[in-house]
């Protein structure tokens, strides 16, 4: 335990005091975060909004400016990974357990309950897989984009320490190494400890509801904490292995299974229908991408409540998840061009996302339509996946499959997540001690739990929500400090 800092002593009394108080009174937790949300959404519903589309804004700019050809990493410097490990990884960690819970579930509540359109449906179902893939396309990847090629410019361009407090020395100096510095990375933490407990949440639930549907065994409050347990000694023997193995191994063996489960469900769903719907959707989503990105509804109570109900939440939840993702990413990216990092990040994930929602949104709204499995709608989300294949032809054995598919998402994201607090903790170390990795994978496992008792995965969105706001100002910083560092290396390269 060397090579920690004070950052991990702080983040671990404050993280073990969090975990204490939801065991003992989940609530009173449950209360006072939910009275914190409820001010955020209300007054600062907005800056999640228009920060988020800044991000994905200066993303774009990012692709077409002349520092595009500037490599991360000194000139002769070659990326570590092939680009199909490479885009395993960063998928792996960036929305694994997220689009597999959400895949069929968020266009069936959609479908169910629309803004500005009658329930159930055509129009229903095309705006529900239009703001689907809103919320899982260009912009999440956006705030990720950002955060990620900050920490892999100035941890191997500058080859300064690869935490957050160090991509904004440019604007602050030597403050990055005082008390100012330590703050920012605490805040990191945190963020990093809610948003992944939101995942890690949402993949025990998902879990439970298939071995459900599955089995005879009921998806309790018991059965997700069992699930959590095992998941957690898998996902740390998985963890003291490093990133060249455990991880690497486990996002390509996810990749493959996620495209297995994809073309499976193509085959046996209404094929036609999920190709129409991947065309149409695609078009929907960027004819309409303008007007979705700036929407607050001031003048409209029912859009402006479901804004804060599903956009504000994913754009907090990201955010949250953004310096564990932004970190991994980073890692894993030395040896790119700003260019290619760019549009890797950006766009790949995102066209993988439509056809996703196409295929599993799709053919779940399409059961409804025509009325083959109209129940699916009163399922509890974790179980909407299942409900769906429940109606198509060798339906159990997709089942067993989506199962096994979560459960190795949700290894792959702990592991990643252990990996990143791990390096955040010990001023940025590429390979951060087991004992440490061990102690944030215990603290996650933790969280997750507190706050499924506390309120289930209502309480996890509150949790994201409020661990996000302080860090949407970082990632504004963040913007700024790497814009000047890359102004100052571009002209000291031309000149």
């Keep these: 335990m060397k090579k920690v800092t004070s950052v991990f002593w702080i983040s671990l009394f404050i993280s073990v005091i969090f975990v204490i108080w939801g065991a003992w009174a989940p609530q009173n937790l449950a209360l006072i975060t939910s009275n914190i949300q409820s001010f955020l959404t209300d007054k600062f519903g907005w800056l999640y909004i228009l920060s988020v ?20 990493g000194k000139p002769d410097d070659k990326p570590e990974y092939n680009r199909l490990t490479w885009f395993a990884m960063l998928f792996s960690a960036g929305m694994g357990i997220g689009i597999i819970f959400w895949g069929a579930a968020e266009p069936l509540v959609h479908f169910s309950a629309p803004p500005r359109a009658e329930p159930e449906t055509v129009e229903a179902a095309t705006k529900a897989l239009r703001y689907s893939v809103f919320h899982w396309g260009l912009h999440t990847w956006g705030i990720y984009t950002i955060i990620a090629l900050a920490i892999a410019y100035f941890k191997f361009r500058r080859e300064v320490p690869g935490v957050i407090s160090s991509t904004l020395q440019p604007l602050l100096g030597n403050k990055v190494n005082g008390v100012i510095g330590q703050l920012i990375d605490i805040i990191a933490v945190f963020a990093t400890i809610f948003g992944v407990a939101t995942s890690l949440g949402m993949g025990a639930s998902q879990i439970g509801g298939g071995l459900a549907f599955i089995t005879d065994i009921e ?3 018991t059965t997700k904490f069992i699930i959590i347990i095992i998941v957690t000694v898998l996902f740390m023997i998985s963890a003291w292995t490093g990133i060249s193995r455990g991880i690497k191994y486990l996002s390509n063996i996810n990749i493959f299974l996620a495209v297995v489960l994809l073309l499976l469900t193509i085959i046996i769903g209404p094929t036609g229908y999920i190709l129409e719907k991947l065309s149409s959707t695609t078009f929907s989503y960027l004819k309409h991408l303008p007007e979705d990105s700036f929407a607050v509804a001031p003048f409209d109570p029912e859009y402006k409540q479901w804004i804060k109900d599903w956009t504000v939440f994913y754009w907090a939840w990201f955010i949250a998840w953004s310096p564990f993702v932004g970190t991994f990413i980073a890692r894993v990216s030395k040896g790119r061009t700003i260019r290619e990092f760019v549009i890797g990040v950006l766009f790949i994930p995102t066209l993988f996302c439509i056809l996703w929602f196409a295929v599993f949104g799709g053919g779940s709204l399409f059961q409804e339509l025509e009325g083959i499995n109209t129940g699916l709608t009163e399922l509890a989300n974790e179980e909407a996946l299942f409900g769906m294949f429940s109606s198509l032809p060798f339906g159990t054995a997709a089942s067993v499959l989506a199962v096994f598919v979560i459960s190795t998402f949700f290894i792959t994201s702990a592991d990643s997540a252990t990996f990143v607090l791990g390096m955040q903790s010990t001023n940025g170390s590429l390979n951060p001690p087991n004992m440490v990795k061990l102690v944030w994978g215990v603290i996650q496992a933790a969280t997750a739990s507190v706050l499924l008792a506390s309120g289930g995965l209502g309480a996890l969105q509150t949790a994201s929500i409020v661990s996000a706001f302080p860090f ?9 400090s790497l814009n000047k560092a890359m102004k100052e290396d571009f002209h000291e390269r031309n000149n």
């Design 219 to 221: 998806n309790t409050m």
């Design 472 to 480: 949407i100002f970082i990632l504004l910083m963040m913007i700024v």
């Design 53 to 72: 589309s800044v991000f994905l804004i200066y993303s774009i700019y990012l692709i077409f400016s002349p520092y595009g050809r500037m490599k991360l």
